[in-house]
């Protein structure tokens, strides 16, 4: 292959030896250094330029010179290529932007924007990435530009996505391998919400806001060592990564199963452990998507909701914990009820407060000290697999609360998903060299065909051996498994009949929904 072979002549730098200092020569030295990258790269267009006209076929004709202003890292830099037209075809074509993967009418290059959209997200505010980039690189940027650039990557991102996970429905439905990752032993889901600040309309300079929950949700395989060398026993999550959205509950659960399938094949996981804060769309998305999951109660907001009733008296707290850490979560129930008995008239706001914590128990009883149950009925080597969970808060942290919720901050909803996009993919593995060395040319096509095979012989083929097809029921181990209806489908599942009297207890149909 055929190397670029630049030769710039040095530049010549002049600084004046009056009142010479450290930094001001350093930042000279700066100076040049720019303006020598400026210098090499127009060199480097017109190399390429020069070697794809001895690559051009017969049919392409030479329809003259085309000029282009680009920003780069270096600087705004100007330069030439040749324009091309092929016979019987519209429009022109320049070979040297297809080979160097310039985009018609980009006026940034990939490196210049992938530096605006890392500090629009690491300084704070797009005012202060602009500033930042005024002082240390020499060239600045309104942050309005910034802001604009943030949003036509972010709706590149989602687009890029959609597509995605699309493909990984079809190729999920037809009963193809959606990943070639290797599998883990055990899994680990965690789903959170929080609220941010939406731009609801403008009257004159007043801005009315309302909110709206971000639902952030978190992948990983379990922990292992932050450091590689040292002594220190730090601990980090084992191939993390993170998806959120401004969606709604339903939406938002099913797009994170598909990418849970993508990046760690789940479905295939051994052990399946689903955290969450008690939530009900939580709860209802896990029995819809992660159905064969076991569900752990967030410690942290179970320890909040305690300290929340019991702030007056921290001893009847370490009580109801000392319950909760046995497993009697019927003692811990009855518990909460005698302090209600014996809590005053007057004290009405206390009263609402440990009838919500005993609701809040008695809703998540399934989830309370669910991992030490599983361990139990697991062999002594698998029990060394399962890990703790609780890191869902540190991640909302980092994701949302640190960028978006910030005082007298708010969004437009175009602008939080583009925002929460490019986090998101900050923060998964690979970061935004990722995207902008793969994933932004990438292009993902589903045609007809794939959705003319989507037939029920594909999703749901004949059997040779004269075996059903078998299928799971979520609603065994959902939220409503306490039910008549659902005892029925345990009876049904197992070959059991339901005898006459049984069925005069049945809950009506409406209950079912």
């Excluded at 017109?46 to 920003?71: C, F, H, P, Q, W």
Aim: contains cysteine; positive net charge; hydrophobic residues 30%.
């Amino acid at each position: 292959m055929p190397n670029l072979n630049i030769k710039i002549p040095i530049t010549e730098i002049i600084i004046p030896y009056e009142g010479l200092n450290f930094k001001y020569l350093e930042e000279k030295i700066m100076e040049a250094l720019k303006e020598t990258g400026k210098r090499v790269l127009e060199a480097s267009i017109k190399a390429v330029d020069d070697m794809e006209e001895t690559k051009r076929s017969s049919i392409m004709k030479n329809k003259g010179i085309g000029r282009k202003y680009l920003e780069t890292a270096f600087g705004t830099i100007r330069y030439s290529r040749r324009r091309y037209q092929e016979s019987g075809a519209k429009g022109g074509r320049y070979l040297a932007d297809e080979k160097l993967g310039i985009e018609k009418g980009k006026e940034s290059s990939p490196v210049r924007e992938l530096l605006e959209n890392e500090l629009s997200v690491m300084c704070g505010s797009y005012r202060k990435a602009s500033g930042f980039l005024g002082k240390y690189f020499t060239y600045g940027k309104s942050h309005e530009s910034i802001r604009q650039g943030v949003l036509r990557e972010g709706a590149a991102m989602r687009g890029h996505q959609e597509a995605e996970l699309e493909n990984i429905r079809v190729e999920a439905c037809k009963g193809e391998v959606v990943s070639d990752k290797s599998v883990p032993e055990v899994a680990y889901v965690e789903v959170d919400g929080t609220g941010i600040k939406i731009q609801k309309s403008r009257r004159g300079k007043k801005i009315r806001n309302r909110r709206r929950e971000v639902k952030l949700g978190i992948l990983y395989s379990g922990h292992e060592r932050r450091y590689a060398g040292g002594t220190g026993k730090q601990k980090k999550l084992k191939e993390k990564h993170v998806y959120a959205s401004l969606e709604n509950a339903d939406r938002f659960m099913e797009k994170f199963s598909l990418i849970c399938e993508k990046v760690m094949n789940i479905s295939r996981a051994r052990i399946k452990l689903f955290g969450g804060d008690g939530a009900a769309w939580i709860k209802e998305g896990r029995s819809s998507y992660f159905h064969d999951s076991v569900y752990e109660l967030c410690k942290f907001h179970l320890q909040r909701a305690i300290k929340q009733a019991f702030g007056y008296s921290g001893e009847l707290g370490r009580k109801l914990r000392w319950y909760l850490k046995l497993d009697n979560i019927d003692g811990g129930i009855k518990f909460i009820d005698r302090i209600i008995n014996m809590t005053g008239a007057k004290n009405r706001e206390r009263k609402e407060r440990l009838k919500e914590l005993r609701g809040y128990i008695e809703s998540n009883r399934e989830g309370i000290n669910a991992i030490e149950r599983l361990k139990k009925n697991l062999s002594p080597k698998d029990r060394e697999l399962v890990g703790t969970m609780g890191a869902i808060e540190s991640n909302i942290y980092s994701a949302v609360t640190q960028r978006m919720k910030k005082k007298r901050m708010s969004w437009s909803e175009t602008g939080a998903e583009s925002m929460l996009q490019l986090i998101c993919r900050m923060m998964n593995e690979g970061g935004l060299d990722t995207w902008y060395g793969k994933g932004r040319q990438e292009k993902i096509e589903i045609t007809e065909k794939d959705y003319r095979q989507l037939v029920a012989n594909t999703v749901w083929p004949d059997r040779s051996d004269g075996y059903p097809v078998s299928a799971k029921l979520p609603a065994l181990n959902g939220p409503c498994q306490d039910r008549a209806w659902v005892e029925v489908l345990r009876n049904m599942k197992d070959g059991d009949a339901v005898s006459s009297g049984e069925e005069d207890n049945l809950e009506p149909k409406a209950a079912i929904n």
